[in-house]
């Protein structure tokens, strides 16, 4: 095809921009945005390996969180109180700007509020959670504005038909998002502002060419002064050098159930596990923790260890004693690394990233996405 473009192709669709942006999910397309509306004669274009964004973008829990309070013990024991209180801050800044830029009604945000759940054989990771209630409370009141975050839940267990659960810590300011409306909402908005987006087009290599950059992908060559990366999960494929860990989380949907009584969202085993209500069915996903391994993997799919898994927490602790069906099962790629921090920086000139979001690109894409774009020099 490369071959085969005309005249009016070559100049109209693939060649002058002024930046173009690899990866389509929540950071590319906020820092699309971002350029577009402070710049709007800036020549942007959005390049996507897939027919839908191809990472965890479309493909999360639709968890609008901040960390629960077992997952932010664990990120202070491994980096520190200091670098954990930054990382909380631009998670919060970061919902805050998708809620502003889409509107809490476009994205079904809702605030019903994020539990840590805690079974008898978790008494000691729940105790040490419970003791430092009152200290992560003081910590994060100048990021959140509230002093009340965490708090001992257990009068709620029974009211969620929750079995075997002993524990349940609530983290009132917790919220949830439709993942579907929010990206359809930033396609539009990117759209609306003269972003040329292409899909099903995978980029192959990156190379420098007097002073631009010539983007080679599986639909051609693309030309462009700056370049910003934000396939999180995928950067390495492009950039050998760049710390990012692909790890793959895997998901199931029951069919809906009458009477379901949980509400809100819930995590497990320090943040590995976790579910939530979706229009009266439970989505349920984790356990990559089980078989690391085999998870850390850019390639989706799914795996009768996990899923089985799955279907026991499902059937023993979420619902007990029932089996409801099974309606969807899919998997969605996330970036880790070394370092729990995302990595927002500047490779070469004309070329950056935003990637490493280390499961937490529902709450920083945002912020990341706008952090990258104001790097770039126009």
Same mark, same amino acid.
């Given at each position: ?67 629960? *309070? ?46 840590? *759940? ?261």
């Amino acid at each position: 095809m490369g071959d085969n473009y005309s005249y009016w192709e070559k100049t109209s669709f693939l060649s002058g921009y002024d930046v173009i942006i690899i990866g389509s999910g929540i950071v590319g397309l906020s820092a699309a945005i971002h350029l577009k509306v402070n710049s709007p004669r800036l020549r942007v274009g959005v390049l996507e390996s897939g027919f839908l964004p191809s990472g965890a973008s479309t493909k999360n829990a639709g968890f609008a969180c901040f960390g629960s *309070i077992s997952e932010l013990i664990e990120e202070i024991k491994s980096d520190g109180e200091d670098n954990l209180l930054q990382r909380v801050e631009m998670r919060w800044k970061g919902l805050l700007k998708l809620r502003k830029n889409l509107g809490d009604l476009a994205i079904s945000f809702k605030q019903n509020g994020g539990y840590d *759940i805690f079974k008898a054989a978790d008494k000691s990771c729940a105790q040490e959670c419970l003791d430092q209630i009152d200290r992560l409370n003081r910590l994060l009141k100048p990021i959140i504005g509230k002093h009340d975050i965490y708090a001992v839940a257990n009068a709620k267990i029974a009211g969620f038909g929750l079995a075997g659960v002993t524990d349940l810590i609530e983290n009132k300011y917790e919220g949830q998002i439709d993942t579907g409306r929010m990206m359809d909402a930033l396609v539009k908005k990117a759209a609306g502002t003269g972003v040329h987006i292409f899909n099903n087009c995978r980029v192959e290599n990156i190379q420098q060419e007097d002073g631009r950059h010539v983007i080679n992908t599986s639909q051609g060559a693309f030309d462009t002064k700056s370049a910003i990366l934000a396939t999180n999960a995928f950067a390495k494929e492009l950039i050998a050098e760049i710390d990012v860990i692909p790890g793959r989380g895997q998901v199931l949907v029951t069919a809906p159930i009458d009477n379901l009584k949980i509400s809100g969202t819930f995590h497990y085993n320090r943040g590995y596990t976790y579910f939530r209500n979706i229009d009266n069915r439970v989505l349920l996903g984790g356990f990559r923790d089980i078989n690391f391994n085999e998870e850390q993997t850019s390639q989706p799919g799914i795996t009768d260890l996990i899923q089985n898994a799955l279907e026991k927490l499902l059937s023993e602790v979420i619902l007990p004693g029932q089996a409801p069906q099974i309606e969807h099962r899919w998997s969605g790629v996330m970036g880790f690394g070394s370092e729990l921090s995302p990595i927002v920086k500047k490779i070469h000139p004309g070329l950056y990233c935003a990637v490493r979001c280390n499961g937490m690109g529902v709450a920083m894409g945002s912020l990341l996405g706008e952090q990258v774009a104001d790097m770039v020099e126009l």
